[in-house]
């Protein structure tokens, strides 16, 4: 048998298994007025690398569908797999062990502890993490996630110091100090003017040159043309309004 017998055929690579997959997820939130759906069947994929951004009007259900892909919330109905794993029912116990494994999270203000500096806020998020790290691994691990953002001349430097763009870059790196897979965003620029948050949609689409995937919920359409897809949410579904490739 000659070489060019045995050598495998040649084709096109099977496609990735996406990060997530949603299939006609539902969610109607049942207050004290009538049951209301916000989301009547949402069909999302996000793959390693893909940067997408969600806008919708105000009350359209962004922030929901957000909690129920970082499974601070569940689904009614449809699908969540995340990579081949159907994580649509998950018990809570499970659910928040996901979270600080696969998810990074960075909301529009910033939640850092005021009282501890800039590196110290980063390494708080790897003390109850999975994998225990010994306290110089998890500084230098605050620092190199600091220099990521460009700001490890601030490691020392107390919230109140800071500027809220620097805060947010904080919050971004206590989001990726423990290689997330995936970032959610949340209005991150809210309370920053147009050219700080610039610079903190940069940062979070920087993320996604090493792999993380990205939904970045935004009201800011300049923001979102830095994404490579653009979703909008509306009457509870998602559709495409831009395909940048
Ligand atoms: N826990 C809750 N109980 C009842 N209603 C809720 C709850 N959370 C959100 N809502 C309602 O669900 C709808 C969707 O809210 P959500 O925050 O997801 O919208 P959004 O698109 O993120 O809005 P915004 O752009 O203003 O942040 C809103 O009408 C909101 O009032």
Redesign the pocket.
């Known amino acids: 048998m000659t070489a060019a017998q045995i050598t495998p055929e040649v084709g096109p690579a099977p496609p990735a298994t996406p990060l997530i997959r949603l299939t006609g997820v539902t969610k109607t939130?049942r207050?004290q007025q009538q049951p209301?759906a916000?989301l009547d069947g949402v069909d999302l994929t996000l793959h390693s690398g893909e940067s997408i951004a969600v806008l919708?009007?105000?009350?359209?259900?962004?922030?929901?569908?957000l909690s129920l892909i970082g499974l601070f919330d569940r689904a009614d109905g449809g699908q969540y797999l995340l990579g081949d794993r159907d994580i649509t029912r998950l018990p809570e116990r499970k659910a928040a062990a996901l979270r600080s494994s696969e998810f990074g999270f960075v909301f529009q203000r910033f939640f850092l502890l005021k009282h501890l500096t800039a590196a110290q806020n980063v390494a708080m998020a790897m003390v109850n993490g999975q994998g225990w790290l010994p306290r110089r691994k998890r500084k230098a691990r605050a620092m190199a996630a600091l220099d990521q953002m460009g700001i490890a001349h601030l490691a020392k430097h107390k919230p109140p110091r800071l500027s809220g763009g620097e805060q947010q870059r904080v919050a971004i790196a206590r989001a990726l100090v423990r290689d997330p897979k995936i970032l959610l965003a949340d209005?991150p620029t809210g309370a920053l003017d147009t050219e700080t948050g610039n610079v903190v949609v940069e940062a979070l689409r920087a993320a996604t040159d090493r792999g993380c995937g990205l939904i970045l919920?935004t009201?800011d359409h300049d923001h979102a043309a830095k994404m490579q897809r653009i979703l909008h949410?509306d009457h509870g579904t998602l559709s495409p309004m831009e395909v940048r490739r």
Do not use: F, P, Y
């Not at 919708?56 to 569908?65: H, Q, W």
């Open positions: 939130l207050g209301r916000i919708g009007r105000s009350g359209s259900g962004k922030s929901t569908l209005e919920v009201h949410l």
